[in-house]
């Protein structure tokens, strides 16, 4: 007979990436696991009932065995499994049922909750929606909060994602019965494109004013514009509508309807694509990774269009600036491991503007592309990663396994409302996941590179970096891995939505109450994307597949001036919350701004760096700032200078003076 267990623990061990533990105490083994908790509403999971808590997420559930056939007692972990056979295949089981009740959360959840966002989603649609009476047709409210905050006013950018979906839910045969309210769209558009407003007129940069009021009237209050994504993604929509329409045979409509819109703004993002504007959550001003992807989306697919329909006279000028685009957009990537959202706005530069870049130039024919940041890209991976553990600081997320889903919300510094989590970033997470898959089984293997190792290893210990084809194991334990994974987030999600489906703006960081506005719109539009990308759905190629930077690349809306890559690094020791910043003679150094300046990035401590694109055989002058508690100090006279090569690229270093 086996010894009594005593009183102390000896050791434990990892026994599996699910949270399950194997410990032996004197004789006793026994394995602990966690299960998915998902709260008390309608959504909850009735496997984690009891027993002790282990978080605010997760229950600890834990099974005893006599441990003597275990004749390593100093090492009482590394063989006991093995050694009983029956007690083996047990816990195994046992330590599957976490996945499994977040896949099966997942299923349900997105089973009962997608009726009841697309719902309410329809009813934040004037005039016939039951939450915008007030709306003119095809007018979408941000939310029908009126108070605290106040969105009861429709944005260009939220118009274009809520349609965006509604479009390739009819184009897919997935709902036919939205056709009027997309024809309600494009004519509320082609008006609000007329409506002077205090970013200008059509033709003198008024397409980039925000919002406006929800009869079709300018906002005049003071807000952060111009916003420049606003026109890249109304146009992403209408042409995957125009390019449905042709493929049904209606090329007129396309011509006389779509077209006159689509032109306005892409000659709008052509012209401006390259200049400084408020990022989507309207708070910095500065160029932004989000706005750079979606201008790009848009004059690629804009001049295949152009060329469709005869418009070759615009059609060169807009691959020639999707191209320049396309360059910039390398830029934001940080040698740090992710992608820097802004070029300025003093933070991490960790945002879920980043993660949304992926899900919204989501091209499933590009498979695992990195120049345009796929999904599966081993960039657009490892980005996630440190996006996501940027978020350990939310109470909800506490004690809870860096394989499992947590809260995420826009950024870590975040304070509106708190700084709270999202329910559309968390679902953003997921999305990108499922989207991943959905390419994956398509091309049937899975690469592991240097750069997106770790974050295959968070999931699947001691994975190395190769090209698993689908008929391996590892190939196999990686999908499922990554597949429970994306589920465990919406789990998250389903943990935090209220019993009546209700989808607010954010969830509390301390207790996840949901928060900020009420029915916000964009939220329901996204929980419908990760649904059906889940299901495997993907959205009409836009050309992203094949793409190349150029080898010189032009940063000017005219296509004139060639830039090369000037990489500006700088020793400085700082202080905690510390900032060092450039700025200089140029536009793209933000004209000696400190207000725009641009962050550098301190991943090489005390070396800071930012590589940015300059124009080509231009001399130049610059100096770094510090920023510190809202006080600004310049390095010591005299400016540095230099002039920038012909074409290549090149690195400066300097020490603060």
């Known amino acids: 007979m086996p010894?009594?267990?005593?009183?102390?623990?000896?050791?434990?061990?990892?026994?599996?990436?699910h949270g399950a533990i194997a410990s032996d105490v004197m004789g006793v083994s026994?394995?602990?696991f966690q299960v998915l908790g998902l709260g008390n509403n309608h959504h909850s999971d009735k496997l984690a009932t009891s027993d002790s808590s282990h978080s605010s997420a997760y229950k600890l559930r834990c099974y005893s065995a006599p441990s003597s056939f275990n004749r390593h007692p100093r090492r009482p972990n590394q063989r006991f499994i093995m050694r009983w056979p029956l007690l083996s295949a047990f816990l195994l089981a046992l330590a599957t049922i976490g996945v499994q009740a977040q896949s099966t959360t997942a299923s349900s959840y997105f089973a009962s909750e997608s009726p009841i966002a697309k719902t309410n989603l329809l009813a934040n649609i004037g005039s016939s929606g039951s939450k915008a009476q007030n709306a003119k047709p095809g007018i979408v409210i941000a939310s029908p909060s009126t108070s605290d905050p106040n969105y009861l006013y429709t944005w260009t950018r939220d118009s274009a994602l809520v349609f965006q979906t509604i479009i390739d839910q009819y184009t897919l045969g997935q709902d036919t019965t939205l056709r009027p309210l997309i024809d309600s769209y494009v004519a509320a558009q082609t008006i609000l494109q007329q409506v002077s407003n205090p970013s200008g007129t059509v033709n003198t940069g008024g397409l980039g004013e925000p919002k406006f009021n929800i009869d079709e009237t300018a906002f005049t209050g003071s807000w952060g514009r111009p916003q420049r994504d606003g026109p890249a993604l109304r146009a992403n929509a209408l042409i995957t509508w125009a390019n449905y329409l042709i493929s049904q045979g209606n090329s007129s409509y396309v011509t006389g309807s779509l077209w006159p819109i689509l032109k306005l703004d892409l000659d709008y993002v052509s012209a401006n694509w390259n200049q400084t504007g408020f990022d989507l959550w309207e708070e910095v001003n500065s160029s932004s990774f989000f706005a750079t992807a979606v201008q790009h989306r848009a004059?690629?697919?804009?001049?295949?269009?152009a060329t469709s329909l005869g418009q070759t006279s615009v059609a060169s000028g807009y691959t020639t600036q999707a191209s320049n685009a396309l360059c910039f957009l390398q830029s934001y990537w940080s040698s740090s491991g992710y992608i820097t959202a802004n070029t300025g706005g003093g933070r991490s530069g960790k945002d879920a503007n980043t993660v949304l870049t992926s899900i919204h130039t989501f091209d499933a024919a590009a498979g695992c592309d990195a120049t345009t940041f796929q999904p599966c890209s081993d960039r657009a991976l490892s980005n996630l990663l440190v996006y996501i553990k940027s978020f350990s600081i939310y109470a909800i997320n506490s004690g809870i396994a860096s394989n499992q889903g947590w809260a995420t919300g826009r950024y870590p510094e975040d304070s509106y409302y708190g700084g709270n989590p999202w329910y559309l970033t968390t679902l953003a997470v997921a999305e990108q996941l499922y989207d991943a898959i959905i390419v994956w089984k398509a091309q049937g293997s899975i690469t592991v590179t240097a750069l997106s190792q770790p974050f295959f290893t968070n999931l699947v210990s001691g994975t190395a970096v190769g090209t698993y084809a689908s008929s391996t194991s590892t190939y196999t334990s990686l999908l499922t891995a990554v597949q429970n994974y994306a589920d465990s987030f919406v789990a998250v999600v389903a943990k935090y939505t209220p019993t009546n489906g209700g989808l607010a703006e954010q969830y509390t960081r301390s207790a996840g109450t949901p928060t900020s506005a009420v029915d916000l719109t964009w939220s329901y539009a996204s929980l419908l994307t990760a649904a059906n990308a889940r299901k495997g759905g993907k959205p009409a190629s836009w050309g992203a597949a094949g793409l190349t930077v150029p080898s010189t690349c032009a940063r000017n809306g005219n296509g004139g001036t060639s830039t090369v890559a000037v990489t500006f690094n700088v020793d400085a020791t700082t202080v905690y919350g510390e900032n060092i910043y450039l700025t200089g003679s140029v536009d793209a150094l933000v004209n000696w701004s400190t207000d725009n300046a641009l962050i550098l990035s301190s991943a090489a401590y005390p070396t800071w760096s930012i590589?940015?694109?300059?124009?080509a055989s231009t001399a130049i002058e610059y100096k770094f700032i510090r920023k510190y508690n809202g006080a600004v100090t310049w390095e010591s006279d005299p400016n540095n200078s230099f002039t920038t090569p012909a074409s290549g690229s090149t690195t400066l270093h300097?020490?603060?003076?």
């Open 3 to 17: 010894p009594p267990p005593r009183a102390f623990l000896l050791s434990y061990q990892v026994f599996s990436a």
């Open 30 to 32: 026994t394995v602990c």
């Open 299 to 305: 004059l690629r697919q804009g001049a295949a269009l």
């Open 611 to 615: 590589t940015v694109y300059l124009p």
């Open 654 to 657: 300097d020490t603060w003076r």
